[in-house]
Nanobody
Framework: QVQLVESGGGLVQAGGSLRLSCAAS????????MGWFRQAPGKEREFVAA????????NYADSVKGRFTISRDNAKNTVYLQMNSLKPEETAVYYC????????????????WGQGTQVTVSS
């Protein structure tokens, strides 16, 4: 049974930083593209970032390029999202997800999801 468990969310002031982690189990982690998505209240879930199976290739939403960094440690079965210069409009529940598709940005092709971690950015 695949389990993805996010952590690291919390309350931060605008301009601050947070590092999210997602620990995976029940899958061959190094075979999967890992992605981060977010969903704000009343809004659709949106793509944030993805990393290839070996971490060499990454993909980012335009809105986070230059501020967020996705990385992974296959030895620890963990994917990270470093978020800098956070904005109030980025308040959302952040989810990690796994897919066999290469650097997928569409949530529908991700097969496994975590329960999410809340990120709140105060102004």
């Amino acid at each position: 049974q695949v389990q993805l468990v996010e952590s690291g969310g919390g309350l931060v002031q605008a301009g601050g930083s947070l590092r999210l982690s997602c620990a995976a189990s029940g899958l061959t982690f190094s075979s999967y593209t890992m992605g981060w998505f977010r969903q704000a209240p009343g809004k659709e879930r949106e793509f944030v970032a993805a990393t290839s199976w070996n971490g060499v290739s990454t993909n980012y939403a335009d809105s986070v390029k230059g501020r967020f960094t996705i990385s992974r440690d296959n030895a620890k079965n963990t994917v990270y999202l470093q978020m800098n210069s956070l904005k109030p409009e980025e308040t959302a529940v952040y989810y990690c997800a796994a897919t066999r598709r290469v650097l997928a940005v569409i949530s529908g092709v991700y097969n496994s999801w975590g329960q999410g971690t809340q990120v709140t950015v105060s102004s």
